[in-house]
């Protein structure tokens, strides 16, 4: 086994069976299988199995690992609900595309009872009951992170965010790919971030910025009107690869492929 490197395992059960295994490192290796990984997905496409196959359950345990879940169908059966509130290395949930009904209350008792720490939602599965479980992951102490693909909620998730500012400090939302409805929203609200204010923003949320972030931008403060008499300060960073070193920053914003908004 080569010290000092990351293992990642996926799996995919479809059928009750595993259909799909990758494992991934961040150094390149030869032929060496990894024993052990320090982080699993397991890609649960439509399965609705009364059992989870033992085979399966020892195959992704590893002890002190991270877990993610991702939904890639619109089901969410029972056994792997009851897996996913007791499995309590469970931090991470990957939506892909819309649920059942019952799938979406499962996904809304996760969020309520379990230990997740981060969610994703991909354009495919967005709606608005959505909104909903972003607002109660929102509001879990152990939570700090939403990824979404589509920007149509963010006025109403900074509304939320004020209403319940002091649960949401120290917690993120960030979008990807798609950036510019939500970059035409606050760009006129935005200005330059005083260097001690982005050292505590960095302090704060230590994986900024240059963890997530090829090319970060500065710092920026954005004085956000949730109403017209209530004004929402939160911090914002967005993505410089591949912008013309000629153009300002916000210049750039409309055309950037990762945003972050940061609650201090």
Request: glycine share 4%; net charge negative; proline share 3%.
């Amino acid at each position: 086994m080569i010290e000092n490197c990351c293992y990642a395992l996926a799996v995919g059960v479809n059928g009750g069976q595993i259909t799909d295994e990758r494992f991934y490192s961040n150094v390149e290796l030869e032929n060496e299988v990894p024993d052990s990984f320090a982080e699993v997905s397991v890609n649960l496409f439509d399965d609705d199995s009364e059992q989870i196959d033992r085979k399966i359950i020892e195959r992704i345990r590893q002890r002190c690992a991270i877990y993610c879940l991702l939904l890639m169908g619109p089901t969410f059966g029972k056994a792997w609900f009851e897996w996913a509130c007791s499995w309590r290395g469970l931090t991470g949930l990957e939506i892909h595309t819309k649920l059942d009904d019952t799938a979406f209350d499962r996904c809304k008792k996760l969020a309520e009872k379990g230990s997740l720490i981060t969610l994703v939602l991909h354009t495919e599965a967005f709606e608005d009951r959505l909104v909903e479980l972003v607002k109660v992951l929102l509001c879990r102490k152990q939570f700090k992170t939403v990824w979404l693909l589509d920007s149509a909620p963010l006025a109403e998730l900074l509304k939320f965010s004020f209403e319940n500012r002091e649960c949401i400090s120290g917690k993120d939302i960030h979008f990807l790919y798609e950036c510019s409805t939500v970059a035409q929203l606050l760009k006129e609200h935005l200005q330059l971030c005083p260097k001690e204010d982005s050292e505590k923003v960095e302090m704060q949320h230590q994986y900024y910025p240059n963890t997530l972030f090829k090319k970060p931008s500065s710092a920026y403060i954005c004085s956000y009107p949730v109403t017209p008499e209530d004004m929402f300060k939160f911090y914002v960073y967005f993505e410089l690869r591949g912008q013309s070193a000629d153009v300002g920053e916000l210049l750039a914003l409309p055309n950037t492929t990762t945003l972050g908004i940061l609650f201090v």
